[in-house]
């Protein structure tokens, strides 16, 4: 990334600072040290140490007039001497994200609403669907829609092509809004800690398909929907954000279904926000969410 301030401009400039590393004393003091050292001005941090792991974790946002590239320089000698994780990222910068979806709508149309009006920070090039249901909404919204089939005998040119369309439109992220398809374990270890799916419960139970219906015949009171980083291991990922409602003994499964679909739409944006926010932190098998 090049300098995003031309020389002489003294409007500030936001940026967020994401870092982790082996928890010691100092962190916090040298980070802040090397920001102000660099012309930045704190405006919100926030900070966490997990005691089971000795990892620390924390999100720093900052304004300043210094450019990119020597915040970077920086951030580099404080970087070397704790070892930390770290990344620097434009503050409201839209992340480039593809979207995968089947034929359900209302997960995707929720992103796409929230996107064009302002209100989530990701930019979507591309919509891409195993069906074509959906190709009307892309078209209402104005992003190109790819349609790419899959079948057990075309699934690995599927997942080429959908490659193919995350390195030339530069994507950032992908997010699974009720892609019914599994991935393989190559797509989700190169998306790994870059793709987030919504699974319609409230993990870890009722996993695979059809966990409305498995809810439903256990009785359950409350339902709900999680969302998580996509991991080779089915529904195991990371969860981002969750979110439940009640239901009661007399409801059917289409009823479950359809109160069901508020709380996935929900989560999911929810959890991409925070996401495109440089908000969540991977910890292991945990995530750090920062508020």
């Given at each position: 990334m090049t300098d995003l301030i031309p020389t002489g401009q003294?409007?500030?400039?936001g940026y967020v600072l994401t870092l982790s590393c082996d928890d010691r004393p100092g962190i916090v003091h040298a980070v802040a040290g090397s920001l102000l050292e660099a012309g930045c001005n704190i405006t919100d941090s926030q900070q966490y140490g997990n005691p089971d792991t000795g990892t620390f974790f924390?999100?720093?946002?900052?304004?300043?007039t210094t450019t990119f590239s020597r915040l970077r320089e920086h951030l580099e000698q404080v970087g070397a001497e704790f070892n930390l994780k770290w990344q620097l990222h434009k503050a409201g910068a839209p992340l480039r994200t593809i979207i995968l979806a089947s034929k359900a709508a209302?997960?995707?149309n929720d992103l796409l609403f929230?996107?064009?009006?302002g209100t989530l920070p990701i930019e979507i090039p591309?919509?891409?669907?195993?069906?074509?249901?959906?190709?009307?909404?892309?078209?209402?919204?104005?992003?190109?829609?790819y349609y790419i089939p899959v079948t057990a005998d075309t699934k690995a040119q599927a997942e080429a092509a959908l490659l193919e369309l995350v390195a030339e439109h530069d994507v950032e992220l992908v997010v699974l809004a009720r892609y019914m398809q599994v991935l393989?374990?190559?797509?989700?270890?190169h998306l790994a800690g870059k793709a987030i799916n919504i699974h319609h419960s409230f993990l870890p139970s009722?996993?695979?398909?059809?966990?409305y219906h498995q809810a439903h015949a256990r009785g359950v009171k409350i339902i709900g929907a999680t969302a998580h980083y996509v991991t080779a291991a089915l529904d195991e990922g990371p969860i981002i954000e969750q979110e439940v409602i009640r239901v009661a003994h007399?409801?059917?499964v289409e009823k479950f279904v359809s109160v069901g679909r508020a709380v996935e739409a929900r989560t999911l944006a929810q959890a991409v926000q925070w996401h495109a926010e440089h908000r969540v932190l991977l910890d292991g098998h945990r995530t750090v969410v920062f508020d």
């Open positions: 003294n409007t500030p400039h924390m999100r720093v946002a900052v304004e300043t209302h997960c995707i929230l996107q064009r009006s591309a919509i891409v669907s195993n069906h074509r249901d959906l190709e009307p909404l892309a078209q209402f919204y104005g992003i190109p829609f393989s374990d190559d797509l989700c270890n009722f996993k695979g398909a059809k966990p007399g409801h059917s």
